[in-house]
């Protein structure tokens, strides 16, 4: 199984809701991140988790929690979130790095809508 | 910064070969260059990846400049399903990414 999967494929949410998203991949892989991607530009990096610990917070702001409650799955708690969040929302895994990086496998993401 | 730089766009007639530059002058000598591509709105699939040495597989070929400063992928014989954003990437630190702008490819038939 080289998939990487992601519910919900979208997702519309007021400013007062509270949702998550989740990611599950089943390839054995220790580090999962979540990117967010707006409209033409890059994906950018918000969080790694390594062996189920955060390793990297890109300075995210609090109202996006993540979670990685074993090595197969992770989940983006979302909660008061503003309009300019929304956004295509990323999930991928890999080994961890050995030395100069490693493959990463995307998910097909989650197009979030803040209204 | 490290970072990469690639043209915003290019076309490329379908059944040609696609070649697409990356500079990547900020790169450290153990720092793999990736490439991964986009297809509308999908989740980035992984390429190829290369240290120094050229590479191929089923999907492309990937030539690396002595220097190892810049990269060109090359899409042998490109369809109209190769129409995507393609970026060029390289780890800068532990499992950090660095996603340049990337190049728009389209295929024409």
């Known amino acids: 199984d080289t998939e990487v999967t992601q519910t919900p494929k979208h997702l519309v949410m007021g400013m007062t809701n509270k949702k998550s998203l989740k990611c599950e991949q089943h390839?054995?892989?220790?580090?999962m991140y979540w990117y967010k991607q707006k409209a033409k530009k890059p994906p950018e990096l918000m969080f790694v988790?390594?062996?189920?610990?955060?390793?990297i917070n890109e300075s995210v702001p609090s109202r996006f929690s993540p979670e990685c409650p074993n090595s197969s799955l992770l989940n983006l708690h979302l909660h008061a979130l503003q309009p300019e969040d929304s956004a295509l929302y990323l999930c991928?895994?890999?080994?961890?790095?050995?030395?100069?990086?490693?493959?990463?496998?995307f998910g097909p993401g989650t197009r979030l809508t803040v209204l | 910064d490290a970072k990469t730089t690639q043209p915003p766009s290019m076309d490329c007639a379908e059944g040609r070969a696609a070649n697409l530059p990356c500079n990547h002058s900020?790169?450290?000598?153990?720092?793999?260059v990736y490439w991964y591509r986009q297809i509308h709105s999908q989740g980035p699939q992984y390429i190829i990846h290369?240290?120094?040495n050229n590479e191929t597989n089923e999907m492309a070929s990937l030539i690396i400049t002595e220097d190892r400063k810049s990269s060109t992928l090359i899409l042998p014989h490109a369809t109209l399903r190769d129409t995507a954003v393609y970026y060029c990437?390289?780890?800068?630190?532990?499992?950090?990414?660095?996603f340049g702008t990337g190049t728009r490819l389209k295929v024409l038939a």
């Open positions: 390839m054995g892989h220790r580090a």
């Open positions: 290369g240290l120094k």
């Open positions: 900020t790169i450290s000598g153990n720092e793999y």
């Open positions: 991928a895994s890999s080994p961890p790095p050995s030395g100069g990086g490693d493959t990463q496998y």
């Open positions: 988790y390594s062996y189920e610990k955060l390793s």
């Open positions: 990437t390289f780890f800068s630190g532990t499992y950090k990414y660095i």
